[in-house]
Nanobody
């Protein structure tokens, strides 16, 4: 089992940048694929980015490709999401998730954090 805690969410102006972090505790963080999802009220949780256990493979949604970068440091049990050129439509609660394999479907995530709020507004 792994426990996940997201941080770094805040209010940022359009065009700004932000880094989110997900700290993991528990066993075998390095054996899990990790992902970021986001959710706004009234909508389903949306895939943002994913990374496999050894960071050799990454996947991004079309809406963030070229602007967001997912990374991990297994020795520190850390997952990050670097976001640049943020737009108001990026506003959401961002969640990190752990899964046994690379996933882009929220229903296949095994463990979730509680989320961190990102607001993009002038």
């Amino acid at each position: 089992q792994v426990q996940l805690v997201e941080s770094g969410g805040t209010t940022v102006q359009p065009g700004g940048s932000l880094r989110l972090t997900c700290a993991a505790s528990g066993r075998d963080f390095g054996s899990y694929a990790m992902a970021w999802f986001r959710q706004v009220p009234g909508k389903e949780r949306e895939f943002v980015a994913a990374i496999n256990w050894n960071a050799e493979r990454t996947e991004y949604s079309d809406s963030v490709k070229g602007r967001f970068t997912i990374s991990r440091v297994n020795s520190k049990n850390l997952l990050s999401l670097r976001m640049i050129n943020l737009a108001p439509e990026d506003s959401a609660v961002y969640y990190c998730g752990a899964a046994v394999a690379l996933v882009m479907d929220a229903t296949r995530v095994d463990y979730w954090g509680k989320g961190t709020l990102v607001t993009v507004s002038s």
